[in-house]
C-alpha cells in the first residue's frame, strides 16, 4: 500500500492556477478598446473647444485695427446681457421648456401604445414596426433640411393658413379637433378645462408627436420583448383581467424604460434642429459682437437642459421598479 504521508516541513498543494486575465479582465479591456475612439475624439477635439467656449464667454472680442482681436475679461456681463437685458431669449426659452414638458408625457404614452399593439401577434408585424420607424430616418440629416426649408409645409403648419367656415368664421386648416369637441365628449366624466385642453393640443400636434416617438417605440418595444410569457400565463390562471396585467406586470416590467425615454426625450428636443432656442442662439451669434453673447446663451440652456434632465430622472425615478436577479 502505497504511503501518502507528507514528509515533515512540506505543505500539500493543489493544482495551479492559471495565470491569466479572467473574463471580467478580458470585457472590461474590450469595453475600453470599444470606447477608445470616442475618448481619444473628446480629448482631443471636443475638449479643447468646450473651454474655449467658456472661456469666450466671460469675455468681449475687440478686433484690433491691423487685423486680429484681443480678448477684454468681462466677468457675468455676456450673461447678464443674456439673461436680464435679450427679453426674446429668455421668452423663448420658457416657452420651449413649457412645452418640452407639456409633450413628454405625450410622446412616452404614444410611443408606449403603439409599442403594445405591435407587440401583438399579427400579420405584417415587421411591416407596421418598420413604418413607424420610417419618420425617425426622415428626420434626420439633409432630408430634415429639406423639410425645414419646405415652404408648403411651413404654411401648412402656420397659423396664417386658415379656411372660411360655413359660418363666415376663419379656423385654423390644421386644427384637427376643438375644445368644444372634448367638451362635449368629457361632459359627463368631470374633466377639467385644462385637461381638455391638453388633449387638444396633443391632437392637433399628433405629427410632431408621431415624428418624434420612433425611438421610444422601439425601446418599449424591447422591454416589452423581454418579460417572460410564464409571468403572463400565471396571470391568465390565476384569473387576472387585461387591465390588471398591464397595471400590475406590463408597467411596472417597462418603468426603466420609462425613465430612459423620459431621457432621451429632453435630449432629443433640446438638439433638435428646429428648436427655437437653438435657432435664437445662432441668429445671436451672426450679429455684431453676439458670438461671445451667444456662447453665453448656450452654457445657460446647457445648464437648463442638466437641471431638467435631472429633475425629470428624479421624479420618474420614485416609480422605476427593478426586477431582482438573485
Known amino acids: ?91 423663448t426659452l420658457y416657452n420651449t421648456v413649457w412645452k418640452l414638458i407639456m409633450d413628454i408625457p405625450s410622446i412616452i404614452i404614444f410611443a408606449l401604445f403603439i409599442a403594445i399593439i405591435l407587440n401583438q401577434k399579427m400579420v405584417g408585424r415587421a411591416a407596421f414596426r418598420a413604418i413607424f420607424f420610417v419618420p425617425v430616418i426622415l428626420a434626420t440629416g439633409i432630408i430634415d433640411r429639406i423639410d425645414t426649408a419646405n415652404t408648403m409645409l411651413q404654411f401648412m403648419g402656420s397659423e396664417g393658413s386658415i379656411q372660411t367656415t360655413a359660418t363666415g368664421s376663419a379656423a385654423n386648416t390644421v386644427e384637427i379637433v376643438t375644445a368644444m369637441d372634448f367638451q362635449w365628449l368629457f361632459r359627463n366624466m368631470m374633466v377639467g378645462q385644462g385637461m381638455v385642453t391638453y388633449v387638444v393640443n396633443a391632437v392637433n400636434n399628433i405629427y410632431a408627436i408621431v415624428n418624434r416617438s420612433g425611438v421610444q417605440m422601439l425601446i418599449f418595444l ?99 421598479f427593478y426586477q431582482r436577479r438573485d
Not at 481619444?40 to 471636443?46: D, L, M, S
Open 1 to 91: 500500500m502505497q504511503n501518502t504521508q507528507l514528509k515533515p516541513g512540506t505543505a500539500k498543494t493543489g493544482p495551479k492556477r492559471r495565470r491569466g486575465n479572467s473574463l471580467e479582465r478580458k470585457k472590461a479591456r474590450a469595453g475600453w478598446i470599444f470606447i477608445f475612439p470616442f475618448a481619444a475624439g473628446f480629448v482631443t477635439i471636443y475638449l479643447p473647444v468646450i473651454i474655449n467656449s467658456i472661456w469666450l464667454s466671460f469675455n468681449k472680442i475687440k478686433i484690433g485695427s491691423t487685423g486680429g482681436f484681443t480678448l477684454e475679461w468681462m466677468g457675468l456681463g455676456n450673461y447678464q446681457e443674456a439673461l436680464f437685458e435679450d427679453t426674446a431669449f429668455v421668452q
Open 222 to 320: 424591447a422591454g416589452l420583448q423581454s418579460i417572460p410569457p410564464t409571468v403572463y400565463e400565471a396571470s391568465y390562471i390565476e384569473g387576472a383581467s387585461a387591465w390588471e396585467t398591464f397595471w400590475k406586470i406590463t408597467f411596472p416590467m417597462i418603468s426603466p424604460m420609462i425613465l430612459v425615454n423620459a431621457v432621451y426625450t429632453v435630449i432629443d428636443s433640446f438638439t433638435s434642429q428646429s428648436n427655437a432656442v437653438m435657432i435664437a442662439i445662432n441668429n445671436r451669434y451672426t450679429q455684431s459682437g453676439g458670438n461671445v453673447v451667444s456662447a453665453a446663451m448656450s452654457w445657460v440652456y446647457f445648464l437648463l437642459v442638466m437641471v431638467l434632465i435631472a429633475v425629470v430622472a428624479g421624479l420618474v425615478s420614485a416609480f422605476v
